[in-house]
């Protein structure tokens, strides 16, 4: 592996992801300003994000085969360039151009981590999975933090345009800058492994269980990461700056948050005990929103930042055992599969919130009845535990 040790594997892939992300969210972080050239509602990004996924769970089935004739590198590369061109259609403010967009951006983003996984199976010493795959999967909040911190302040001083723009160029600039690791990368591409078709994953029991767990969880997290500036902005009576802000802090905690659950699964040997205690402790956090529409707004930024270290702390954990439980050679097939179902879990999430607010007049209330999906997954993924034994 040419110059692809395990720490340039994990700088890079964990970048990928990042600015990967950061494309999916832009979007939404700037949702008060672009509503306007769009003609639409700020809870319409909800169906945007919703699109968004639907394409994601669609192609992240074929990102196997993909990768298998590509390689890890030139699919990463695939991702950012059309993820790229995906913002900066965007940008253009047009109802059917925004369609093909999220289209195309969902498929970019569904090649990312089963590259990342091809990559890191090969790497990852075994007793440090957990930890390998949750520095990985800091890229995700880091990649909304970015979104949360940055976007706003650019569309502030100019325009919502220019700072899509600055997104897109952003993602093509490093897709180029991957290029010098192909060599190491995409060695197996055309070897005797590569040659075999990936593995089915589809009817193992464990699998299936972790793949409804992260479903379950993703429902969620996806919802709040898509309507939280707005319902910071309509339920908190929040400005937009200071909403972007608050999703950027709780990103960077979750994004520690990831590290801290990889560290406790790794310790346990048990990343679906860990799962089943983060559902149980987002679920607790989800019905303290209705009260906080009157809190102070240090309790109510507290509240998000816990939910930043729970809701969007289990991703890490959920790869890893993805790659755990796969069979040998099919670990871009069963982190996939799994993923094929948080990404329906995303589909379904930020639309059903889009609906049920405008019906009941706010976002809180939605997300507390939401509480039950955490709680299912926990039990799902305590249940699973004599599956995976």
């Known amino acids: 592996m040419q110059g692809a040790g395990l720490g340039v594997a994990l700088a890079a892939t964990s970048g990928a992801q990042a600015l990967a992300t950061l494309g999916v969210f832009a979007l939404p972080v700037l949702v008060a300003q672009a509503s306007v050239d769009y003609g639409l509602g700020v809870s319409s990004i909800g169906y945007q994000v919703a699109l968004t996924y639907l394409a994601a769970a669609l192609a992240s089935m074929a990102a196997p085969r993909v990768l298998h004739h590509l390689g890890p590198l030139r699919g990463t590369q695939l991702a950012l360039l059309s993820a790229a061109l995906a913002v900066a259609l965007l940008a253009a403010a047009s109802l059917p151009l925004g369609i093909l967009a999220s289209i195309l951006l969902g498929a970019a983003y569904a ?67 991957l290029q010098p ?86 310790a346990w040997r048990s990343g679906l005990t860990v799962l089943a205690l983060i559902g149980l402790l987002s679920a607790a956090l989800l019905l303290l929103l209705p009260a906080a529409r009157s809190a102070e707004p240090w309790a109510v930024a507290l509240l998000f930042v816990l939910l930043g270290a729970t809701m969007t702390g289990w991703n890490g954990v959920l790869i890893a055992e993805s790659v755990r439980l796969a069979p040998t050679g099919g670990a871009a097939a069963a982190s996939g599969m799994v993923l094929s179902m948080t990404f329906a879990g995303a589909v379904i999430g930020p639309a059903t919130v889009a609906l049920l607010a405008t019906l009941l007049g706010g976002y809180a209330t939605v997300f507390a009845l939401g509480a039950v999906l955490p709680v299912l997954g926990a039990i799902i993924a305590w249940r699973a535990r004599r599956l995976s034994a």
């Open 181 to 266: 690791l192909r060599a190491g990368w995409d060695a197996e591409r055309g070897g005797t492994t590569a040659s075999q078709p990936p593995p089915r994953v589809v009817g193992l029991p464990s699998l299936r269980a972790l793949a409804l767990t992260g479903g379950a969880f993703a429902t969620v997290q996806i919802a709040i990461g898509a309507h939280m500036v707005a319902m910071l902005v309509l339920d908190f009576a929040w400005d937009p700056v200071s909403a972007g802000a608050l999703v950027g802090l709780c990103q960077l905690v979750g994004a520690l948050a990831r590290l801290g659950w990889a560290v406790v699964a790794d």
């Open 111 to 177: 090649l990312t981590n089963p590259a990342a996984s091809v990559l890191l199976a090969r790497l990852a010493p075994p007793r440090r999975r957990n930890m390998v795959f949750a520095v990985k999967q800091t890229g995700v909040p880091l990649g909304v933090a970015v979104a949360g911190f940055v976007l706003p302040s650019l569309a502030a001083t100019f325009g919502w345009q220019a700072a899509m723009l600055t997104a897109a160029a952003t993602l093509a600039l490093l897709a180029l800058g």
